[in-house]
């Protein structure tokens, strides 16, 4: 369907449309001296949704940003560690940084839809930048596709051509999902996607996330424990002692981790204690 996109090695190592494994290897992560992770391991199994959770500061999102190679945009960042895809190193230097982000979308907290780009524009944003050539027709299947994908057709289909900031936040953040969906994903990070959603915008991301199962790796940030236990296959609790760099206490079947977690912390934690 697309043209290969221009300037870049061949074949794509990363080249798909399935879910793809995500594994990282005793990453850890600095912000000048300040070691912010330690030696993060973590298998994200294709086609899973894991969920990551722990108290603010702990690195989430740090560790979110490392699995798409935002983290090394920020001067004072450094990294250990690797990141597979599907077994293939997304840091190997003989990479290029786009292919790892055509592969790994991401969704954040404050939807950042372009405001004064249409809908239809907007959903179909993230090709050029993921060198992705498309048809006047590919493009309108791709919108018509991503925007269901999002649960966020019905609701936009009669406005296509008008502003993306004229929706409410959470029609923002479901065409930031359908942006992200439209260059075909193998992973999908979510960091506090709803946070600062209504509840009714809420439910429909999770009907979104429930129905990219297996299809998508999805791996999200949340606050919301009730929301890992109904959206995630697996769990991961990250921590911080004071002054510490965060690390994974616990991980495992999210149904476990909830029921019978083996760590008192995230007894604690998953129970509100702190
Ligand atoms: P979380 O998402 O779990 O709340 P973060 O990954 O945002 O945690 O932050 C982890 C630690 O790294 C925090 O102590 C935070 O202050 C620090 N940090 C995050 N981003 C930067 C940055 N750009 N520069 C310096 N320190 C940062
Ligand atoms: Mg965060």
Known sequence: MFDPP???GFPDPFAGSEAAELDAKAVSAWFGERKVLDRVSLTMEAGQVTALIGPSGCGKSTFLRILN???EMVPTASLAGQVLLDGADIYDPGR???LARRNIGMVFQKANPFPAMSIYENTVAGLKLAGIKASRLEKDFLVEDSL???SLWDEVKDRLHQPGGGLSGGQQQRLCIARSLA???RVLLMDEPCSALD???TRRVEE???SLRGLVTIVIVTHNMQQAARISDTCAFFLAAHNAPGAIVEHGPTDAMFQYPQDQ???DYVNGRF
Do not use: D, F, L, N
Request: avoid cysteine; proline fraction near 8%; aromatic fraction near 0%.
């Open 69 to 71: 190679r935002m983290h």
């Open 208 to 210: 979104t996330i429930a």
């Open 183 to 185: 260059v075909s994903p």
């Open 96 to 98: 290029r940084v786009t």
């Open 265 to 267: 912390r995230t007894s």
């Open 148 to 150: 269901r994908k999002a």
């Open 199 to 201: 509840p009714t915008s």
């Open 6 to 8: 221009e300037g870049e």
